[in-house]
């Protein structure tokens, strides 16, 4: 695929997702008293968070040792994991009944202090990281490396805020 073909495809997807995302949030199923492993997703979101999260400082580890084979697969497994959690949460979100973060207080400005910005960049993030996985995967190290300085902090504090948000929401998800 042409690099230009490739970018019209990442402009139409990074558009799409996110406003896909918002219209389930305003336009929700939620299924009252759903099946029980519904319920269950939100940890496993986490987790997969929380692995996308180790992948990613373990592929910065490993083409720092100049280990690019290592790198190439820890990249390519957090991006697998972070597609089947966009899934994934998009189908929770649409079944699910909307939760309310309960806290009081400082903790409930710190809460959404890390939730919107969490917010924020997951709704940027996905050209940045489309645009590094293929310039990567073409062989265009230097226009790789210059976008990849950008996209993995980003990526790293997404993965990172989306564990804590689920700490800090847990006790309030519907049981």
Known sequence: MKES???RLVTIVSIAIPVAVAVIFYLPLGLTGGPLWLSKLPAFHATLNGACFVLLLLALMFIKN???DLHKT???I???LSLVFLLSYVFYHILAPQSHYGGEGVIR???FTILLTHIALAAIILPFVLISLYR???GQIDKHRKIAKITLPMWLYVTLTGVIVYLMMS?????
């Not at 006790?171 to 049981?175: L, S």
């Open 5 to 7: 073909s490739f970018l």
């Open 66 to 68: 100049k280990r690019i």
């Open 74 to 76: 820890c990249m390519l």
């Open 78 to 80: 957090a991006t697998s």
């Open 109 to 111: 400005t710190v809460y």
């Open 136 to 138: 990567g995967l073409t």
């Open 171 to 175: 006790p309030y998800y519907p049981a």
